[in-house]
């Protein structure tokens, strides 16, 4: 362990200063139109915001023509009526003289940063005519269509599959997708964290006082402070989650699995597992046991630098707590190719003591209609579909040529394997690229790969409210408008119950600027697609979404967030009887007073796989939860990883006037030792030099990190003129990243080795 004294730690580390002076007017720029009085409502209108993927509920409002008040909604009272730092900066965003409002056709060579204005028809029908002609040429699966997960994909995605291109790719592998496939492989589905009632966390670097969820970072907040949980943290680096722990060990990195296994070691050998909930819910025990048995925490102090006697320790403090206790599974970007082991250790800890479904643990979300069916009534409506049957795509996916990765398929796709399948031809050739509000130039790993794909490309169409670093190598852009501009379909977001919310507009849409489903829709209408699109605008589709009941469409327009019944966990007992004393219909308790025996998993083998016949099948070897030994940088380098800031999101934030005034920069963190060596001091210019690329920063001197790793906040330096406060402001991490996939989730890897110099 690290030690260091919290008093002198240097607050702030990583802030720089105030940004440069605007640039010029850019085509198609709110600048162009000069700003004009804000028109919308004046009162409150329940919304959600999208300044990162978590999406609050919000309410929002115009205050004298001139500024929007965004709040949080208090409706939605684990999100505690409350917005961040980002969400706080949607007007920046709005009112952006940067922001395009007119579509744009590149007039110069690609990545030249020429651009002229254009009408929308004519954006449609170059688009149209390309798209058209390649499907013609080459078939719709020579064209790939990418977003960022969430809302924004929807559309696109729709697009793409009636267009019949099966090449539909989200974030996902270059942020939360491992986790995702990890819990695939051993539950089924997706599982969420109740933080909020856990006497103790143990946390493997999810920066949630950085990355901020607000509801699951209020959640930890509740469990600290207000019932006395203890917060034990796992990370290279001392970060802000580090700082409010009650413990904090600087592990090596990519050395994670190594400590969670010898967790899962002790829990067994010690006979603290529960061996109740094993028995009936679970298979593979015997394998994975045997597994473990090598093991021991003695083993994963030399491969982690965490004291062995601290590892046990923990464990057995853990299964004290238990089934109240959870060890977080993460979110992060990959920290090792051993990305999907990773995962599932860090799950099989939690199946260990038991906690799925218990207070504190984990559970699986309650839509509405698995949770009338507990309550033997209509307690939360359904959601319906437009009832498009759209045409199946006839070709493979590109990244179905490997196996292992099949249960990344359906749930966002290998995401960069549109670089091979540009540069290599692996499977096939692609030949256009359709993108919405995705910045691959700063989330996908290599750079420079990324640069000669879009070269090689035909023809390259991004969807942005900013020339991002990789809409500047489009042939077309059109504008979308910000989320405080737009309406947009009922979303889910059920928890413990279910629940639903939704965007709506707060403010007239600026300029020429469009939603983007209007766009894609309109777009498919161009392609020859319409019979597609029976909806003709954003009302239509909600009707049709709730069942055309016009009073619950309101209702939930109203709230902005709506939800129904009463929070439910299978295997807790007092929950349990709430609920069964709240609907006299409801399904009967188990003997022990709780849903246990209703508990199911969409496995298999309809259990927890702790080892996994179906993995083993897709990629022998690794059915197995197991310890694979890595190389991450060579001996004369050090480790470099990355993590995410409180103001501001991945790649996407870095432009937007108050976020990048709050932080422009982002100084590397040197350790005093490491910096010694190299005769760096606070402050001075540094280079970074991978296997792939070189980038030069400023270094910020620090006892918060180990001696053989450096950090950076990603998202900044970009590299294109459009960008002006964002534009060679500190290290670009793509830039030093090599393009490696970790085996079966298809991860991106986000740790390398590099050399540092004083620049």
Known sequence: MIELDRRTFLKGAGAGGATCALAGVLPGSLAALGRSPLTGSATEVASMCEMCSTRCPISARIIDGKNVFISGNKEAKSFGGKVCARGGAGLSLLYDPQRIVKPLKRVGERGEGKWAEISWQEAYQTIATKLNQIKADHGP??????????????????????????????HNTTCPGGYVVAAKAMFGTKVKRDLSNSKYIINFGHNLYEGINMSETRGMMKAQADKGAKLVVFEPRFSVVADKAD??????PGSDVAVALALCHVLIADNLYDKAFIERYVVGFEEFAAEVKAYTPEWAETISDVPAADIRRIAHEYAA??????VDFGHRSTFTPEEFDMRRALYAANVLIGNLERKGGLYMGKKAGGYN????????PELGKPG????????????????????????GGIYQSIIDATLEAKPYQLRAWVMSRTNPMQTMTDRAKVVESLKKLEFVVSCDVYISETAAWADIILPECTYLERDEEVADKSGKNPAYYLRQQVVDVIGDAKPSWQIFRELGIEMGLEQYYPWENMETLQFLQVNKDAQLLQHIKDKGFVSYGKPLMLREPKMVADFVAAYPNARGMDEDGTY???LKFKTPSGKIELTSAKVEDMAPGRGTI??????????????FIQGKVAVHTNGATHNVPMLANLMSDNAVWIHPDTAAKHGIENGDAIRLTSSVGSEEGHALVTKGIRPDTVFAYMGFGSKNKELARATGKGVHCGNLLPNVTAPVCGMNVHTTGVKLEKA
């Open 388 to 411: 498009v049957k759209l045409p199946k795509p006839q070709a493979k996916r590109i990244d179905q040529m490997d196996e292992q990765f099949a249960m990344a398929w359906s749930g």
């Open 141 to 170: 699966e020579a064209v790939a269509f990418s977003s960022k997960s969430g809302s924004l994909s929807g559309h696109l995605f729709y697009l793409g599959q009636a267009y019949g291109s099966p090449n539909s790719f989200t």
């Open 626 to 639: 197991a310890y694979r030994e890595v190389t991450l940088k060579q001996p004369d380098e050090l480790y």
């Open 596 to 598: 246990g025996s209703a």
């Open 321 to 326: 707590a238990a089934p109240h206790a959870v």
């Open 247 to 252: 413990e904090w060990y600087a592990i090596r």
């Open 373 to 380: 069916k507990f309550a033997g009534e209509l307690v939360a």
